[in-house]
């Protein structure tokens, strides 16, 4: 937890969630089975990582979260914030009948939405500070996703790994941004964020 530092009932929090995914992931693949032995690098602390890129956001926006990362582990980090919540957008049923056990064992501030992650515009009602999206889809496809939620105010922030300029060079086709890069802390990735994204003709 060196990389990031939480309180004692976070850390409780991610403890409980830990222990659900590995009880789940023997019957449903939530994680890449590589990446067990190192799940608090490779993915918790990989995910609370964004909270500091994001620190007065309090609604968040999730979209594929998949088994939990980084939608989860941020409603554990937000869970003493009033008025906190996080969006947390999957298309296979599975697993978000695991996203929705993980919230409830955690009592963390979370809303489970099983859709299309192209509907999450309709399903998510609120204001959203900030959307994010982990090893869902090519960067110019995130944006799409998410340019509805941007357009309302919304700040994206979007874990990449090293093909990470290519991954701008073939968005900036698409879409006319201005990104800001962070390099993660967790490994050679980095984390792409933008304020505002205008479709080009």
Known sequence: ?????VSRETEERLDHYIALLREWQAKTNLVAPSTLPN???RHIADSLQLVDLAPAA??????GSGGGFPGVVLACAMAGTPGAGVHLVERIAKKAA???????VTTSPGVVHLAEIGDNVDRITGPVDCVTARA???LHQLIGFAEPLMRQGAKALFPKGQDVEAELTEAAKYWNIRPQLHQSRTGD????????????S
């Open 189 to 200: 990735g980095w984390i792409v964020e933008l304020d505002a994204a205008e479709r080009r």
């Open 136 to 138: 869902l889809a090519p």
């Open 58 to 63: 309090k609604r968040w926006a999730d979209l």
């Open 98 to 104: 695991f996203l929705r056990e993980a919230i409830r």
């Open 39 to 41: 799940l608090w690098t």
């Open 1 to 5: 937890m060196k990389l990031a530092p």
